[in-house]
């Protein structure tokens, strides 16, 4: 196995967190320009099924359209910008009604009623359909771009490609979800979830389970990053009882089962492949000091259409898990955020941190962070 390095790096410096110049290079060159993990499939169960997803003051709406195809818009109006859906999830009629004047969309964009503008010299509702928004479907977890001309997908996130079929994610559904507010920015977050160098002392269940050093990178350089960890049972899981609590999901071999496979998704997602479940972080940054976390957990639906299914043992062990963590980068955000702080250096346990540092600093551009700094 190589070892694992952070090449000497040191911390992002205080600037990183605290000036309004990088908060809003970083809503430009990233919440707005990459693949962002949405949401997955089975949010969208049938037609008119929709969510929101929004960040960096942009709001998007993930549908299911009456021909059963995934698509995305941007969530205003044609007409004078109203935003059109407010609630963060639920079903939409046949068409979709602008709150304001009425304009009414189908569920392909098209613009399909519109009141009182007949007598409007040159107006072809034609010309104004939703804005539409990227969207890709991998494995089925639900993937937008918000520009206006974003790179491929496979491009943008190779270390996707060919890998993770055996969790058959696509068929899985999602189970539980919570909604965290933390009081950290979105890279403290990043940084947390990727390295087990503070599972000893603030995860005392979950060392028990998976020690700190029972881990290893495969994917150790871009924008995604991770690797998998393995258990002290082989056939147990990250459950408050470490036991499993569902079977073992089709397609797993022994190479998968006793381990989980953690991976952050440049800049805002995560995913932790387990043997029986897979769960799904997604960060909404809402300002330069909080961050939004939706969590869910997806189960086989075998799995849940047994009589005795119960995943409270996984949600629970990562809600209190996930509760550990947001007072760990609360706590780092209220240091690092000090007129005091100096970057510390990080320790070869945290070479995904320094790795993540690397790719952050490549998209938001060195021209970006010199301007920033000199400002
Ligand atoms: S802003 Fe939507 S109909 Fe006027
Ligand atoms: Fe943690």
New binding site residues.
């Given amino acids: 196995m190589k070892a694992r390095t952070a090449h000497g790096q040191h911390t992002l410096g205080r600037e990183y967190f605290v000036s309004d110049d990088i908060w809003r290079a970083e809503n430009e060159t990233i919440f707005h320009r990459s693949w962002l993990l949405s949401g997955h499939i089975s949010q969208l169960e049938k037609p008119g099924s929709y969510y929101l997803f929004e960040i960096g003051g942009e709001s998007a709406i993930v549908l299911r359209d009456d021909d059963g195809n995934v698509r995305a818009f941007h969530n205003?109006?044609?007409?004078?910008?109203?935003r059109?859906c407010h609630e963060t999830h639920g079903t939409l009629g046949k068409t979709i009604q602008?709150?304001?004047?009425?304009?009414a969309y189908d569920l392909d964009g098209s613009l399909r009623n519109?009141?009182a503008m007949s007598d409007v010299a040159g107006f072809d509702r034609a010309n104004y359909p939703l804005h539409a928004v990227a969207l890709t479907d991998w494995e089925g977890f639900l993937f937008v771009n918000l520009a206006p001309d974003p790179p491929p997908f496979d491009e943008a996130l190779p270390g996707l490609a060919g890998r993770f079929q055996q969790w058959r994610a696509r068929e899985l559904r999602s189970v539980g979800r919570k909604e965290y507010e933390v009081e950290a920015n979105w890279k403290l977050i990043v940084h947390n979830f990727s390295e087990c160098y503070h599972c000893p002392i603030a995860h005392p269940q979950l060392n028990k389970l998976t020690p700190f050093r029972n881990s290893q990178n495969d994917l150790e350089e871009g924008p995604v990053l991770g690797g998998p960890m393995w258990m002290n049972n082989p056939d147990g899981s990250m459950t408050t009882s470490g036991e499993r609590c569902a079977p073992l999901l089709p397609g797993l071999d022994d190479a998968q089962r006793g381990h989980v496979f953690y991976y952050s998704l440049f800049g805002t997602g995560f995913l932790s492949f387990h043997p029986d479940y897979v769960m799904m972080h997604r960060l909404l940054p809402t300002s330069k000091n909080t961050t939004r976390v939706v969590c869910e957990w997806l189960f086989h639906p075998d799995a849940i259409a047994a009589a005795n299914f119960d995943p409270s043992p996984a949600i629970d062990f990562w809600d209190t898990t996930n509760r550990q963590d947001w007072i760990l980068c609360a706590n780092a955000h209220r240091g690092v955020t000090s007129q005091a702080w100096t970057p510390g250096p990080y320790s070869e346990l945290e070479s995904q941190l320094a790795a993540f540092d690397r790719q952050y600093r490549t998209r938001l551009g060195e021209p970006i962070l010199a301007r920033c700094r000199a400002d």
């Avoid at 602008?98 to 304009?103: G, K, L, T, V």
């Fill in positions: 205003h109006c044609r007409h004078r910008g109203s059109l602008c709150p304001y004047h009425a304009w519109v009141p």
